[in-house]
């Protein structure tokens, strides 16, 4: 699916400055954003469908928990703010919802994959953002991500700013300006925090590093065990 823009749209867009949106904002479009390539069969989104793929525990930073409670009021803050459209479909039984981050920021599917992948995943590298684009738009190479990066980033306001390098790192990282001004002695967490919102900390990021640290060392070993197990098998 996707939106037509119109000259009266265009007019929207230019006539308003950029709505700044909390975490639970960000969370709800980002996540009808994903579903909509991902899943295009179930989108538009019902409010449980919708609920579930906030607080999904994969592919998500920070991980959250929003009632479907928290996420009406959202959706009803969105609509006033016309980023959310309410769909009435025949027969259905429920609502459904659909974003309108195309029309609202002018975005073609490339630009909006970059944008969805920061929003859901937090501050990540270009490669990172290719890596885990998936199905939301095939991106042939880094530089195509980079050329999306920098369209979001020359948009007035910016929707994606760069951040300065810190020591030891030999790539950028980017993060989305959606909620305001980013600091990146705090970009390892949450920036801003919604209702329900799990707000991870700089320790607990490093805390789930070493356990992911700690698990692959296992399965290392245990791909060496069976190496060795097979081997004798020549010997």
Request: glycine share 6%; proline share 3%; with cysteine.
């Amino acid at each position: 699916m996707s939106d037509e823009i119109s000259n009266s749209q265009v007019t929207e867009q230019s006539g308003n400055e950029q709505s700044l949106l909390d975490a639970g904002e960000i969370r709800v479009l980002a996540v009808l954003a994903e579903k909509e390539a991902l899943t295009p069969d179930s989108y538009p989104m019902s409010l449980n469908a919708l609920t579930n793929g906030c607080n999904q525990l994969t592919s998500r930073d920070p991980v959250m928990s929003l009632t479907e409670d928290d996420v009406k009021a959202i959706l009803q803050r969105l609509m006033e703010e016309k980023f959310v459209t309410e769909v009435h479909q025949a027969g259905a039984r429920v609502s459904k919802y659909q974003h309108r981050l195309r029309v609202k920021w002018s975005l073609e599917q490339d630009k909006l994959a970059v944008l969805t992948i920061l929003m859901l995943r937090g501050v990540q590298t270009a490669g990172e953002i290719r890596t885990r684009s998936g199905r939301l738009h095939d991106f042939s190479a880094i530089a195509d991500v980079e050329t999306g990066l920098q369209f979001l980033m020359d948009k007035y306001p910016p929707l994606v700013v760069r951040l300065p390098r810190t020591p030891g790192t030999k790539e950028a990282r980017y993060a989305a300006l959606l909620s305001g001004e980013v600091f990146p002695e705090s970009s390892e967490a949450a920036l801003s925090s919604g209702s329900g919102a799990a707000h991870v900390s700089r320790q607990d990021r490093i805390t789930q590093l070493e356990e992911e640290v700690s698990s692959l060392k296992q399965e290392v070993a245990g791909l060496t065990e069976q190496f060795q197990q097979f081997k004798k098998q020549f010997e």
